[in-house]
Each structure stands twice: as C-alpha cells, then as structure tokens.
C-alpha cells in the first residue's frame, strides 16, 4: 500500500484465497478471476467527494482505490469522466421520462476498454511484463495497442478474421503485431493461452488479470459524481465478457465502505444479443454458471463473447440488484442505432444500441418504470463501425453552368 493507492492484496472470487499484489498474476490456482482489495479505511480519509473539485479530470481522481501506487507509475491518455447526458427525445420514444446516455465512445481510443487498459498495464509495466498479449472482439485491442504503445511494451493482438477492419487497423497504427484468426474471441483467447508461455507474453485477457475491472469501476465513481450524489434506480450495460458490470457492482460496494452512499444499489441489467446470450439464458434457467455458447450468429463484434469466464460474479450481481436480463436481435440493434442518433445525436455504436432495443422490451415487461432514473451505456462510439452500418444516399449531377450573356 502507498499513499497515492490502497491497495493491499489480491482475493480469489472463488476460494477467498489471498495472494500479494507485489508480483504478475492471471487467474488464482482454482481457476477463477482475482480481485482487488483495499485498505478502505484508509481510503476513506482522502477519498471524499468534496474532495474531487481540485483533482485531475480523468479516471485517476480516483487513485486511491485504483492500483497504481504512484502518479508516475499510471499510464494515461486521458480517460474517463465521459460524459452523461441527458435523452428526453429517446427517452419519450421508450416510455421512459429520465433516461441517460453514459457516453464512453468519448474515451481516448474510442471505447470504455481504455479505462481498463490504462489500469492493466500500469501494473504490468510496473511488475516487469515486457510483452502483453489481448485477445479481442475490436476494441480491446485497440486500447491495449494504445496503451501498450505509450508505456513502451511489446503488443501482440489476436482477433477475428471478420471483426470489422477499424479495429485491427487502430492496433496496427499503434505499432501492435496483429494476429487475425478464422473464429471467435474465444477461440483468440486459446491461442493466447497456449503461446503465450513460450513467447513470454503477459496474458491481459478480460477477467485473467485483476486490474481492468478496477479501471471499468470508475464509471460507477463518476455517475455518483454526475447525479450530484446519488446513484439511479438502473444501469443498463451490453455484456461480453461481462467486465463493467462486475466491475461496477465492486466500485459501489466499496463506494458505501468509504462512506459516499448506504446500501442502496441499481439495479444491473444486463443487455446481450439473441446469437449469444450465454448470460440470459443463465439467468432464465436459474443456473449459477454460464455455458459455452456454440456457434454464435451475431454479427456485433463486442457482443460475440461465447463464454464468459466471470460468469459466476455477473450472475451474482444481476441477482443480488434485483437486476434481469434481456437478449435483442441484431435487426433491433442497427434500427435502435439510427434511433439514437437522429433523436439526440449521439453516435452510438451496435452493443449501446442493443440497450436502446433492450429498454423497450423491458419497458413492455414491467422491469423498468417510466418514471425512474435510468442510465444506458454506450460503450464506443459509432464511427468504429462505419463499414456495418447500410448508408443508401440518392446520387445527383452537379448543376450545369450557367452560360454566360453578353
């Protein structure tokens, strides 16, 4: 622990098992993802949000309940406090009186994956990781290429062969060693698992290390901050590897253990789409654990996530909210794209526009009201999916010149 960060130890999710946090660490012995823990009392006298004003406006004002032990030690590019705006328009169209739009495709490399990235490899640069290795559905790579590049580490990314081109063109100009794979990002992942060793690469898969959850949490700090201390009734998220979610739910446990709210919580909604839905149909058959989805369909890169290796800590946070689940067609997620757009002008991309198709169902089914405070994510911005989204424009000649008179 120092005194920029509290961070004391690393707790398996699944046996309880502590390990130090002094040295690089994937999954515990049992298999399961670790997760951070903090001297919170500790953290509690510096941290307040009174406190904030004077503070750096990125996700570091944050910094004692974030990993890195120094300011010198944070690799940044300036991400986080992405804006919450206000959706009247959306909103009416849904039923829905007070609606927001987090807005995360504003972060520095266009996605939320930056705020877990800028925490991941703080420390891997921090614990002697020369290399790291990501695999990605798109914008995890495009965050790890970054973030790699400005802490000057070694990236090798590993996606599929038909995410869309902007994704593995932003990691090339990083200077990432791109590798494109016929498959899923779960199919990315075992080759990742299976070099790695042998290439010396540090595995920053989602949920293999501890530390891009504790970047993905601070999006719970800055809605607290943004509603002026308070928290809304719900939180609707597009889940692949589930890392937000968790991640969030984490941040406002330890939000009332320092003192800045009591045990009132959102509710987690959880937003996958209809060809890969591993959680929602979890969730719908009361299981504990997710199982692998064979042969996904969708065609929405962030959402094609087969097995969730959290599944367990989603599951619990969707629960213990009082939270549900919602599967949407892909048809929905472009239409609610064009939605979003021509209502507020937000350039949303296919897995944040799989919320605005989820709300409408919900609405319909009773589980959310009209009147609540509800906060939808969207997790990057539109234009890296330009190539997905059916442009028909008339086309017409220019107008001829005008002769001239004498």
Partial sequence: MSGYSALMELECSKTGEIFPADSLHNLSPAGAPLLARYDLEAAARTLRPGALADRRADMWRYHELLPAPSAEAVVSLGEGMTPLLEAPRLGAGLGLGRLYIKDEGKNPTGSFKARGMSAAVSMARLLGAGKIAVPTAGNAGGAAAA?????GLEAHIFVPADAPAVHKAECVLAGAKVTEVRGTIYHCGALVARRGAGEGWFDLST?????????????????????????????????????????????????????????????MISVQAEGCAPLVRALEAGWDEATLWENPTTRVSG????????????????????????????????????????????????????????????????????????????????????????????????????????
């Fill in 147 to 151: 973030y790699a590049a400005r802490a």
């Fill in 303 to 406: 959402l094609r996530a087969p097995k969730v290796l959290a599944d367990t800590l989603c599951l619990e946070a969707i629960r213990e909210s009082g939270g549900t689940a919602a599967a949407v067609p892909d048809e929905a997620m472009f239409e609610a794209q064009r939605e979003a757009g021509a209502a507020e002008g937000v350039p949303v991309c296919p897995e944040g526009a799989a919320c605005v198709a989820a709300l409408r169902t919900l609405r319909e089914r009773g589980a959310v009201d009209a009147d609540e405070r509800i906060v939808m994510f969207n997790t990057a911005t539109a234009l890296k999916y330009a190539d997905m989204a059916a442009v028909d424009c008339p086309i017409v000649d220019p107008l001829p010149e005008q002769e001239e008179t004498g």
């Fill in 207 to 267: 949920f293999k290390e501890p530390y891009r959850a504790e970047g993905k949490k601070t999006m719970a700090f800055e809605l607290f901050e943004q509603l002026n201390e308070e928290l809304p009734d719900a939180i609707v998220y597009p889940t692949g590897g589930g890392t937000g979610l968790v991640a969030m739910w984490k941040a406002f446990g330890e939000m009332e253990a320092i003192g800045w709210i009591g045990s009132e919580r959102p509710r």
